[in-house]
């Protein structure tokens, strides 16, 4: 296309080799995404913007800028909110087909066929990069978080519907060890509800046990890959953060907040990316926000070009592309934050639990106030799936 210019997330994901940027939510919804922003795009710009679109993300092409997707309960309770008509014959279906069984059992039922249908949509790249891109994530439910037995289950249940399909457990020390043990499988995982040092560490020891172990054993890693999730913003913006840094004397303004989440992830990519370490996880990280100022979102800009995963939900990359179509780019990951802004966060004992290695011990992982908050947040999207599946049962009946 003549004049064709890239746009922020394409340019963000060329900054290095191992740069990549994943589609947060749902592939089926990405039409529908798609769709919105050209609707609010001035239309001297709309060409260029449809071709951006098309290069992000074309159904059934291996040649896209999201190299991976990641989803769970929560993304798929959006998708019966967003694309009704579309879905709705697929839980119509689950069920017609599943008369006996509860709700929640039909609920779970949807989620699962949802997410395969997903997975097919990455087939071509899956395959076409020998396996090494392509993952779509799919998550054990929420409620399930110290149940190991249960989520073990429901792993092996997710991994069936399609060859790329990534299991997502949570970062407890139940999640944990499952992790463990399905690498030990040979199955790939992603490992969700991450938010500071010690989790990210606990995960890659786990990973690195677990596939030591199915090495001893011949199993087969060709399809297999390990990510760990540190969720930024859901770290910093808890007020027991807040009341924390007040106990010391400081402010938590924009900046401190933004700033810590940016130190702990590039802590923990430093450990996962040093080869004395023989980690085998790469870093993924989530919930970007904008700031610390309206027209910057360091969350994505100090972290580009680093050795890992940025997986972005479609508001961000809206917004990214939007405050960055005229900005360069840079290779930032490497730049240290400062040492007056690190002198103020390692005084507060909140941020210093989540920056030390050992600040947070395996059982109490699932006390964090983060945890607590985001995994309460996930559970209930399990139960909107139900009531959907409820309120659809009442309408076939």
């Excluded at 239309?43 to 800028?65: C, H, N, R």
């Excluded at 069984?101 to 949509?121: H, P, Q």
């Excluded at 786990?206 to 770290?235: N, P, Q």
Aim: aromatic share 10%; charged share 25%.
């Amino acid at each position: 296309m003549q004049n064709y210019k890239e746009s922020a997330v394409e340019r963000l994901s060329k900054t290095t080799q191992g740069m990549e940027i994943w589609w947060d939510s749902s592939p089926l919804i990405y039409k529908s995404w798609s769709k919105k922003v050209l609707d609010k795009t001035d239309p001297t710009y709309k060409p260029i913007m449809e071709e951006q679109l098309k290069k992000l993300f074309s159904q059934g092409q291996a040649d896209i800028v999201f190299d991976g997707v990641t989803t769970n309960p929560r993304l798929t309770s959006k998708v019966l909110e967003l694309i009704p008509d579309d879905v709705n014959p697929i839980v119509d279906k689950m069920i017609k087909e599943n008369p006996a069984k509860t709700d929640y059992e039909v609920a779970w039922e949807v989620y699962k066929t949802i997410t395969k249908e997903g997975a097919k949509l990455y087939m071509p790249l899956f395959e076409k990069s020998n396996y090494k891109k392509g993952y779509v994530s799919a998550q054990v439910d929420p409620n399930q978080i110290t149940n190991i037995r249960e989520m073990l289950f429901q792993g092996l249940e997710l991994k069936k519907l399609e060859d790329n399909i990534m299991i997502k457990c949570p970062g407890s020390k139940e999640g944990i060890y499952t992790i463990q043990i399905l690498t030990s499988l040979g199955i790939p995982t992603n490992s969700t509800l991450v938010f500071n040092v010690p989790q990210a560490i606990a995960v890659a020891e786990a990973v690195k046990k677990g596939h030591e172990l199915g090495m001893s054993k011949g199993v087969d890693y060709s399809k297999w890959r390990s990510v760990i999730t540190i969720m930024l913003a859901r770290f910093e913006d808890m007020p027991e953060y807040r009341e924390s840094a007040k106990s010391v004397g400081i402010e938590l303004t924009d900046e401190l907040k933004r700033y810590s989440g940016i130190a702990i992830a590039k802590k923990a990519l430093g450990i996962l990316n040093n080869p004395k370490n023989n980690y085998l996880s790469k870093l993924l990280l989530c919930s970007s926000r904008i700031g610390p100022t309206p027209n910057v979102i360091y969350h994505i800009e100090k972290q580009a070009g680093a050795n890992m995963v940025f997986t972005i939900n479609p508001e961000m990359i809206d917004d990214f592309n939007r405050l960055y179509r005229e900005k360069d780019i840079e290779c930032a990951w490497q730049e240290p934050v400062s040492k007056e802004i690190m002198e103020k966060l390692l005084k507060i004992p909140y941020f210093v639990a989540g920056y030390d290695i050992n600040g947070i011990k395996d059982d109490d992982f699932i006390s964090q106030p983060s945890f607590v908050y985001t995994a309460n947040e996930f559970k209930g999207s399990m139960k909107f799936i139900e009531d959907y599946v409820t309120k659809r049962k009442k309408l076939l009946n």
